[in-house]
T-cell receptor
Framework: AQSVAQPEDQVNVAEGNPLTVKCTYS??????LFWYVQYPNRGLQFLLKYITGDNLVKGSYGFEAEFNKSQTSFHLKKPSALVSDSALYVCAQGSRSYSTLTFGKGTMLLVSP | EAGVVQSPRYKIIEKKQPVAFWCNPI?????LYWYLQNLGQGPELLIR????????DSQLPKDRFSAERLKGVDSTLKIQPAELGDSAVYLC?????????????FGPGTRLTVL
């Protein structure tokens, strides 16, 4: 079975500082990995995905994520946080063996002015 | 391009009452998903449709939940009777086809409160 772990319920960072939101996955073979963002009272919005190729994936709003197979991680990063980045960030995985995505529980990012 | 449409956006009912949610996916998307999301948590799959066929409903509590996608386009999720623990956000998503390499497009959700 697939599983996705987001070890932090909440991440706090000051505006202008770099941010990292952690995600580890558990699937045999080659995973498909996703990051979604959810603002209050909104549905999830796609940020970026890793399917194959370059381990560093660039996505929307200046976010990027690095696929690390040896550590089974797919951490989300941004060089300089904005207050408007405050939201719930949800990691998800799929694979060729599974037709559905498994989502993590989410990490609330709070960026202070 | 219109996104995934869901209605209603909010619903408040008393326990034991029935409730229904409607979803219209993005045009041309064959795969439709219903998820349940509790506050501060990630989505949990309830049911997945490929066209009009429910291909994964293992997490759907079939004693009280039902869903349909009769013409392979829009879909309805029903709860009867609702319980207090059903209070959550119900998300609908769609994707072009069933491969999990596809990003899913989510609607805004229906927030259900059961009193």
């Amino acid at each position: 079975a697939q599983s996705v772990a987001q070890p932090e319920d909440q991440v706090n960072v000051a505006e202008g500082n770099p941010l990292t939101v952690k995600c580890t996955y558990s699937v045999s073979g080659n995973p498909y990995l996703f990051w979604y963002v959810q603002y209050p009272n909104r549905g999830l919005q796609f940020l970026l995905k890793y399917i194959t190729g370059d381990n560093l994936v660039k996505g929307s709003y200046g976010f990027e994520a690095e696929f690390n197979k040896s550590q089974t991680s797919f951490h989300l990063k941004k060089p300089s946080a904005l207050v408007s980045d405050s939201a719930l960030y949800v990691c998800a995985q799929g694979s060729r063996s599974y037709s559905t995505l498994t989502f993590g529980k989410g990490t609330m990012l709070l960026v202070s002015p | 391009e219109a996104g995934v449409v869901q209605s209603p956006r909010y619903k408040i009912i008393e326990k034991k009452q029935p409730v229904a949610f409607w979803c219209n996916p993005i045009s041309g998307h064959n795969t439709l998903y219903w998820y349940l999301q509790n506050l501060g948590q990630g989505p949990e799959l309830l049911i997945r449709y490929e066209n009009e066929e429910a291909v994964d409903d293992s997490q759907l509590p079939k004693d009280r939940f039902s869903a349909e996608r009769l013409k392979g386009v829009d879909s309805t999720l029903k709860i009867q009777p609702a319980e207090l623990g059903d209070s959550a956000v119900y998300l609908c998503a769609s994707s072009p086809d069933r491969g999990s390499y596809n990003e899913q497009f989510f609607g805004p959700g229906t927030r259900l409160t059961v009193l």
